[in-house]
């Protein structure tokens, strides 16, 4: 059994940056792909980033590219999530979430997973002035 634990999250100003962490135990990190979600009052949950289990791909959605970064050390068991440029409409609940499977690519880019197995209790991030 793998067990999430996100944290990093609080409040910013816009224009800040904060770096959310996602800490794994029980399982060895190396055999998932993770990713991050985000969900605000009233609204659905949006995939933010994802990356493979090796580290070697990542995805972005349209509405944080260029502002956040997805990266992983696997011998600390920790997925980071760099966010910066932060905007009031990125203000949410973050999620990380475990998919055992392998890789699925779409005419050569790295696809994130439709399923995940394991999920975070999420970490609170508020944008505002």
């Known amino acids: 059994q793998l067990h999430l634990v996100e944290s990093g999250g609080g409040l910013v100003q816009p224009g800040g940056s904060l770096r959310l962490s996602c800490a794994a135990s029980?399982?060895?990190?190396?055999?998932?792909?993770i990713g991050w979600f985000r969900q605000a009052p009233g609204k659905e949950r949006e995939a933010v980033s994802c990356?493979?289990?090796?580290?070697?791909?990542?995805d972005y959605a349209d509405s944080v590219k260029g502002r956040f970064a997805i990266s992983r050390d696997n011998a600390k068991n920790t997925v980071y999530l760099q966010m910066n440029a932060l905007k009031p409409e990125d203000t949410a609940v973050y999620y990380c979430?475990?998919?055992?499977?392998?890789?699925?690519?779409?005419?050569?880019?790295?696809?994130?997973?439709?399923?995940?197995?394991?999920w975070g209790q999420g970490t609170q991030v508020t944008v505002s002035a």
């Open positions: 029980g399982l060895a990190l190396d055999h998932f792909a």
């Open positions: 990356v493979s289990s090796s580290g070697g791909n990542t």
């Open positions: 979430a475990a998919d055992s499977l392998p890789p699925v690519y779409n005419s050569g880019r790295y696809v994130c997973p439709g399923a995940y197995d394991y």
